[in-house]
Every structure is written in structure tokens, then in C-alpha cells.
């Protein structure tokens, strides 16, 4: 038990500090963090995709599957990361996350899936102080793993976060993540750098950033803006661009067209038949990294050309020789 390597946080600041990959629930899964590592390197660690506190959930079964050591392991710190907001199911989680020898454990207070936020979890706590604090009264429990947070500004207003200060500030947290945009929002408008800055200003924990970093020069421009920041998580970037971890540590462009995209997905098609995955579903799973990773080609109408001719795809062995 605790044998698995930590991702320690607050040592470096601003533009050395540690890149981390995002949680994108089923897809950054343990086999696209194997080959995301392997192929293009670059990070410090990676959060996993959260597991739910409903243990008679479909996938809870699955997202436990996927963070067992022998299938995790990337070379990379993981930590795992549990959506809920009663205590009880999430010292249950946690208590599994332990038997398996890690050390860390994320809380998501961020998710905006309608579904997710109207029973209050996920972005949908944030208005209930009452309730984060129950939680956060749990994790003094000896033994506990270290417990950060990922969250967003708020539910409806960005000012909820910064309510929630005082109780993280008085709480004996790891480090928080911040994605500084409210649940309402969901994916639209940009990332609020005011908001960031406010909760900055404010905490006692080292924070790190979640959002919209999808460049080199993007990443550079908000280091400048706030070399406090402990760590940055990136998450869509790296969908399209799975160099861009390692461009932003070598401070150089890494070329990446669609001929490099195409050779990412033939790797990450390998790994996942590896594990037994079924070949319509991973068709599928092909098209949904392309479409991303068509953003981030350098020749993007040699993407967009690639990508009208795999849309069109209904077998897998259509794929497979494309890929050849
Ligand atoms: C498809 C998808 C799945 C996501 N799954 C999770 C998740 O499991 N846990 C979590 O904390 N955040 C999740 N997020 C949020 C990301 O981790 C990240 O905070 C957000 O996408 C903003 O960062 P980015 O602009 O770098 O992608 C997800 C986002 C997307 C688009």
C-alpha cells in the first residue's frame, strides 16, 4: 500500500512548473496516457478521469479498472480523481484508491453535466458551502490519501468560489485546480483570468491552472501573467496537438501534421486492442481523437481532407488500412 509515485506540488512556480495532463473522462484513459508518454513525453503527471461514488453505476466498475497499477502504468504520477458529495461514498472510493497503493486523491467540484449538477455534484455543490464542508471534515480522518480539489468559479456565479475560500483555506489540502469558468457555462466563452486571479490572491494552497491552453505561446503568455501558479493542467490542447507538453518544456515548435496524427492513432488503435477493445467502438473512438487532432495539424487542410474521408467510415478495417 502507498507505493505508487506521488505528484508533489508548490516546489516550482510559473513556467517551470509541473504540466500535468487533464482528466477527460473516456479518453485520457490508461491507454492514451501510455502512448501520450511513450510517443511524445513532456509531463509531470496526469489526474485520471473521476470515478463516481455510485459503486452500482455502470462505469464505476470500469473507471476503478482503468487506474489499477498494472494498467496505469505510463511512468507517469497518477492521480485519481472521485466525483460525489457524500462522505461516505467518498472515503469508500478513496479507501479503494489506497488498496491500490496510491497516495493521492482529486475531488471534482467542477463536472457541469446537467445531469451531474441538479443532485448537487460535480460544479452543482459549489453554492453549498454546507455540503463541501462536510467533505472536507472527512478527509482529517487518519490515513486519509492526500486529498486536492478540482473546481470551477462557481455554479452560477463566479463569486461562489471565492466563498468556499475560507473552508479550503482552514482544510489540509494537497493542492486546488482551478477551471475558471462557471457550470453554466460548460465549455463556452474563454477561461475567466480575472476570476483566476481573484482565488489566486486568496489562497493559502498552491493552485493550478485548467483551461484553454492550447499553444505554446498561450502558455507562455499566462505563466507571465501569473508565476504563482504551482502547476498546469492540459487538457483539449494535448487532444490536438499530443506534442504540445513536450514543445512548451523545449521551448520549440515539434512538427505535427497529418501524417504524425495519423501515426498517434494507429499507436494509441495498437494499445487499445492490446486490452481487448472492439473494433466498431474503437472506430468510433478514432474519429472522435481526429477530430480533435485535425485542430492541432500543422497542415490543416490536409487534416480537414483526411478527416471528410474518415467521417465516412463504417468498418474498421477502412481505418486499419488508412492507418497502415
Ligand atoms: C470530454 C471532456 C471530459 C472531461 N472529463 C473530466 C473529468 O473526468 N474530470 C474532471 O475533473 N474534468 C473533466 N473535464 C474538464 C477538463 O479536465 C478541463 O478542466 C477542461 O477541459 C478545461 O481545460 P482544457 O481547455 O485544457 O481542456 C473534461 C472535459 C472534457 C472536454
Not at 486546488?176 to 463556452?188: A, F, S
Request: hydrophobic share 40%; net charge positive; with cysteine.
Amino acid at each position: 500500500m502507498g507505493n505508487l509515485p506521488a505528484l508533489r506540488l508548490g516546489g516550482q512556480r510559473g513556467a517551470a512548473a509541473p504540466l500535468i495532463l487533464a482528466p477527460l473522462e473516456g479518453i485520457t484513459t490508461s491507454c492514451y496516457r501510455r502512448v501520450l508518454q511513450r510517443r511524445c513525453g513532456g509531463f509531470d503527471g496526469a489526474i485520471a478521469p473521476f470515478i463516481g461514488t455510485i459503486r452500482r453505476a455502470r462505469r464505476y466498475d470500469y473507471h476503478l479498472r482503468d487506474i489499477l497499477p498494472e494498467r496505469a502504468a505510463s511512468g507517469l504520477p497518477l492521480i485519481p480523481q472521485v466525483l460525489g458529495a457524500d462522505p461516505e461514498g467518498i472515503r469508500f472510493v478513496a479507501r479503494a484508491c489506497a488498496e491500490l497503493g496510491y497516495t493521492q486523491l482529486n475531488w471534482n467540484i467542477g463536472c457541469p453535466i446537467p445531469n451531474i449538477v441538479r443532485k448537487r455534484r460535480g460544479s452543482g455543490i459549489l453554492p453549498h458551502p454546507g455540503m463541501v464542508e462536510r467533505v472536507l471534515d472527512e478527509i482529517r480522518a487518519p490515513g486519509f490519501p492526500a486529498f486536492s480539489v478540482k473546481l470551477r468559479t462557481g455554479l452560477e456565479e463566479s463569486t461562489e468560489s471565492l466563498e468556499l475560500q475560507s473552508l479550503f483555506n482552514s482544510a489540509g489540502i494537497d493542492f486546488l485546480v482551478l477551471h475558471p469558468r462557471t457550470g453554466r457555462q460548460m465549455y463556452t466563452g474563454s477561461a475567466d483570468r480575472n476570476s483566476y486571479a481573484a482565488f489566486l490572491s486568496g489562497t493559502r494552497h498552491p493552485l493550478v491552472w485548467s483551461g484553454d491552453i492550447v499553444s505554446r505561446a498561450q502558455f507562455t503568455e499566462l505563466s507571465a501573467l501569473f508565476p504563482e501558479t504551482a502547476g498546469w493542467l492540459l487538457g483539449r490542447g494535448v487532444l490536438m496537438r499530443p506534442f504540445l507538453a513536450r514543445e512548451i518544456r523545449e521551448r520549440r515548435d515539434i512538427p505535427f501534421g497529418p501524417g504524425e496524427a495519423l501515426e498517434f492513432l494507429a499507436e494509441l488503435a495498437g494499445e487499445y486492442l492490446g486490452c481487448g477493445s472492439d473494433r466498431l467502438w474503437l472506430l468510433s473512438k478514432m474519429k472522435q481523437h481526429f477530430a480533435y487532432l485535425r485542430k492541432g495539424c500543422d497542415d490543416r487542410d490536409g487534416a480537414e481532407l483526411l478527416w471528410r474521408r474518415m467521417r465516412t467510415f463504417r468498418r474498421w478495417e477502412q481505418f486499419a488500412e488508412l492507418a497502415a
